[in-house]
């Protein structure tokens, strides 16, 4: 869940967070760290990584992504730890 991206729009900086039921830090980490990389006045990506959650996380970034489209979101299939998280970061990340 991803949004396309022109390429001459290449970010600046790739935030990769992986998340595994964080569903209570969620909103206080987005607001934060939105508020910072907007201030930066540089295109940004943020790349959420849900390594197998099962609390409501990935619906509240659901809800931040339909505002804010640098942010995105990827599900793995199931837990396969925070290495692979990374790593499916990194694969989709532009920077």
């Known amino acids: 869940m991803c949004a396309a991206i022109a390429s001459e729009d290449l970010p600046a900086c790739s935030v990769i967070i ?3 039921n964080e569903e209570e830090c969620l909103p206080e ?4 760290l939105l508020k910072i990389l907007d201030g930066s006045g540089e295109l940004y990506e943020v790349i ?3 390594d197998g ?4 996380g990935p619906d ?5 992504i339909a505002r804010e489209p640098r942010v ?3 599900r ?3 837990h396969f730890g925070q290495h692979a998280a990374i790593s499916a970061g990194i694969d989709r ?3």
């Open 18 to 20: 992986p998340i595994l």
């Open 29 to 32: 980490l987005t607001d934060r």
């Open 48 to 50: 959420f990584v849900d």
């Open 53 to 56: 959650s099962t609390d409501g």
């Open 60 to 64: 509240f970034l659901r809800g931040v």
């Open 72 to 74: 995105c979101l990827i």
């Open 76 to 78: 793995l299939l199931g």
């Open 93 to 95: 990340s532009r920077r």
